[in-house]
């Protein structure tokens, strides 16, 4: 019989599902540094149609770009120090399974092929789903306790932190 994984195996794994979260949202950093042929060229081969040379396009393509990366380090800065932000690791999953039904719906609704929208969907959702299913490691949750579980009462009936296996 194999033995569930240990709170530090799961931890490594979170961190590795983070990780996998900074990368795909900090590759837009592509975005942020290269000229507007450039980026024009690159979305042309991810599907896109005709973009016109317009000052507009190139400030709106540095926006978000640029949000999207400070994403990717915030997904960076979880993966690095994971129990010093674990309150906020299973929010940030839960955004990633949001973004990924919009992704979805979106793709849908407009008919769009397989490649890169569905791809960019089922990224997020498997990150996010990933993320919150091992968000407990972070905290120090053993796999089969509760996660709302975080104190216990001692012999006198006073609440003192559980142990968080570090």
């Not at 393509?61 to 129990?83: D, E, K, N, Q």
């Not at 769009?112 to 091992?134: E, H, K, S, T, Y």
Request: charged share 15%; glycine share 10%; with cysteine.
């Amino acid at each position: 019989m194999r033995r569930p994984p240990t709170n530090e195996r799961r931890l490594r794994l979170l961190r590795v599902f983070l990780a996998w979260a900074a990368v795909a949202w900090g590759i837009s950093i592509v975005g942020v540094v290269v000229g507007w042929p450039t980026a024009v060229r690159r979305l042309r081969e991810l599907g896109a149609g005709p973009l016109p040379d317009d000052p507009m396009l190139d400030y709106w393509l540095r926006m978000t770009a640029g949000m999207f990366t400070l994403v990717g380090l915030w997904f960076m800065v979880l993966a690095i120090w994971p129990r010093r932000f674990a309150a906020a690791i299973a929010w940030w999953g839960t955004f990633l399974i949001v973004e990924g039904l919009v992704l979805a719906v979106h793709a849908c609704r407009l008919g769009l092929p397989f490649q890169p929208p569905w791809v960019d969907a089922a990224n997020c959702l498997l990150a996010g789903g990933l993320i919150i299913a091992f968000s407990g490691a972070a905290r120090g949750v053993p796999e089969n306790r509760p996660a709302q579980s975080q104190t216990a009462s001692n012999s006198v009936g006073k609440p003192e932190m559980a142990s968080t296996g570090r």
